[in-house]
């Protein structure tokens, strides 16, 4: 059961937790020269933008959720996925004291969406080394497109309409500046 908080006890309790976990690090490794109303505006922030995606792209499950959701394949099959452009996977910011963790958009494993989205990727220039594209094209996959009748790429994904979607990620390929060979390249690979 979700519980609903208002804007100033959410603030409270996230606030409560960040103190907590600020607290430990610190114990940890010392206290930065930094200036500490700085480092908590820039929290906040960074927490404000991890929830607009989350909101606009996701939800999302980790390698484990994935390995479910794929009908209980291994890590390995996963990565092998995810390097080929069968899978989209997003690569969330490395504190630098850990691996990479990648996370992977529920939407995908609907019906009909895991069967075009190879193509799709390919069209749209995804690459699993760029961590931008993912992001940049996750949030388009989601989006309301006019040019697809005001629909989300994924909805129509869903239906069937792998074509009309190849189309309009070719104009994310663009944007992204992927070399249209390459995107040619891949796209005939995925076919």
């Given at each position: 059961m979700a519980i609903t908080l208002s804007p100033g006890d959410y603030a409270t309790r996230s606030a409560a937790a960040?103190?907590?976990?600020?607290?430990?690090?610190?114990?940890?490794?010392g206290?930065?020269?930094?200036?500490?109303e700085a480092?908590?505006?820039?929290?906040?922030?960074?927490?404000?933008?991890?929830?607009a995606w989350a909101t606009d792209a996701g939800p999302f499950t980790d390698t484990a959720g994935a390995r479910v959701a794929l009908g209980g394949v291994s890590?390995?099959?996963v990565s092998q996925r995810l390097r080929e452009g069968r899978l989209l996977g997003l690569q969330l910011a490395s504190d630098g004291t850990a691996r990479d963790r990648i996370v992977?958009?529920?939407?995908?494993f609907r019906p009909g969406v895991l069967k075009g989205l190879p193509a799709v990727l390919a069209a749209a220039g995804f690459d699993p080394d760029r961590p931008v594209s993912g992001w940049t094209i996750a949030a388009w996959l989601t989006a309301v497109d006019d040019g697809l009748?005001?629909?989300?790429?994924?909805?129509?994904?869903?239906?069937g309409y792998r074509d009309r979607v190849l189309t309009a990620a070719l104009?994310?390929?663009?944007?992204?500046?992927?070399?249209?060979?390459?995107?040619?390249v891949a796209l005939a690979a995925s076919s």
């Open positions: 960040y103190r907590r976990q600020l607290l430990e690090h610190l114990a940890e490794h206290v930065p020269e930094a200036d500490p480092a908590g505006r820039r929290a906040a922030a960074i927490t404000a933008a991890g929830q890590k390995q099959a992977y958009p529920l939407w995908q009748g005001g629909r989300a790429p994924v909805e129509l994904l869903e239906a104009q994310v390929r663009e944007a992204l500046g992927v070399d249209e060979r390459a995107a040619a």
